[in-house]
């Protein structure tokens, strides 16, 4: 009897460790979008990345969109592709927005902005970028900008 029962709690042991093995995990990756305005870094903690169409025919935009975890600033990357939807450097027809959403401070606005972007599918983008925004009287310059992004 103390065989049987032995052998039944190996047997179980056994196949929880199996299944346990076979499980898989669907992390959803994590999104980034942050950058470095003059000497103040931003982090966004809520990400999106999506593409749209524009109202030029056949051309399309990436917009990666995100808010910083204090709810404090707006910040928003553009890139409208001149042809097709593709890996490569872009100046014209690249933006970027940062706004404060409290409206307690001025928003800045892209002088100059360069998107180079690294990779890019119907699911994925990622890429970096750097430049000058400015909120009409001053320009501060952009680095260190950086996103990865899931496309919805």
Known sequence: MRIKLLLAATIAI???????????????????????????SYHSNSTEGYLTDTIEAGK????????????????ELMITFPDS??????????????????????GYVSKTIKINITSINSKHAEGNFSGVLTNGDIEKPLTDGTFKVEIY
């Open 14 to 40: 056994v196949g929880l460790g199996l299944s346990a093995c076979n499980k898989k995990t669907d992390l959803a990756p994590s999104s980034i979008f942050t950058f470095k305005l003059d000497t103040i």
């Open 60 to 75: 399309k935009t990436l917009v990666v969109d995100g808010v910083t975890n204090n709810f404090g600033y707006h910040m």
């Open 85 to 106: 939807i593709r890996v490569g450097s872009y100046e014209a027809g690249a933006e970027m927005t940062l706004m404060d959403i409290q409206q307690k401070a001025v």
